[in-house]
């Protein structure tokens, strides 16, 4: 995980950027939600590259094809990076602007927000309390820092990691993917090889082998499947 010495984040001036510890303010907010029985909150995390979008959309496919779909609600999460090739406002992330981003953090807004490789990404958490009071589980698709910072404040959350099959092989999908500069591919590569050290925080490791991303939809979606028959009644509190 990165230092959080360079986690950057504003202060009362939206426009301000200091250094903060991100275990002594989370963004908890000033009341809680409690879920409907049953409904999970479900956390997807892993280093850059190990194909957590691609996870996503293998897991969607799968709700379509087996008359699922809208069980689940598939957290969109905000972002100040300029949208990549093929990305979709609305679908892929909500793009909005520095001073956007941080108004709405000041509010308390976000579930998780953090400062990434220079950009900032948010969770929004009226998307997590909507869903869950609705009975339905939530999919939530973020880093290794956020995760423990959700973690922080949804005990009950499940924690995914996805762990690509080896390092070289994440490396090369980093390079392949060709959406970063040289210096940031450097940044990637090496806050990659500390996340992966994380994985023993998490309540399942799954591996995502080159070519087998369906295989690896299957898995965690019988790993869901078995959370809630272990514990039917959970309530998640956000």
Known sequence: MRD?????????????????????DPGRPDFTVEGQPGAMLIIISGPSGVGKDTII??????????????ERHYVVTCTTRPP???EVDGVDYRFISRDEFLRVRAERGF???NEV???????????????????????????????RVVKEQVSEALLIFVIPPSLEELFERL??????????LEVRQRDAAVELARQNDYDHVVPNETGEVERTAERIDQ?????????????VRV
């Open 117 to 147: 490789h220079g950009n900032w990404y948010g969770s929004p958490r009226d998307q997590v309390r909507d869903a869950l009071v609705a009975g339905r589980d939530v999919i939530l698709k973020i880093d290794v820092q956020g995760a």
């Open 175 to 184: 390079r392949a993917r060709a959406t970063e500069t040289a210096e940031q």
């Open 223 to 235: 790993i869901i499947a078995e959370e809630h028959r272990r514990e039917p009644d959970r309530r």
């Open 57 to 70: 959309d293998a897991l969607r496919r799968r709700e379509r094809e087996t008359g699922r779909d809208g």
């Open 4 to 24: 959080e010495a360079s986690i950057r984040a504003g202060n009362d001036d939206p426009g301000a950027d200091e250094p903060f510890d991100i275990s002594t």
């Open 111 to 113: 579930l998780e927000a």
């Open 84 to 86: 990549r090739n093929g």
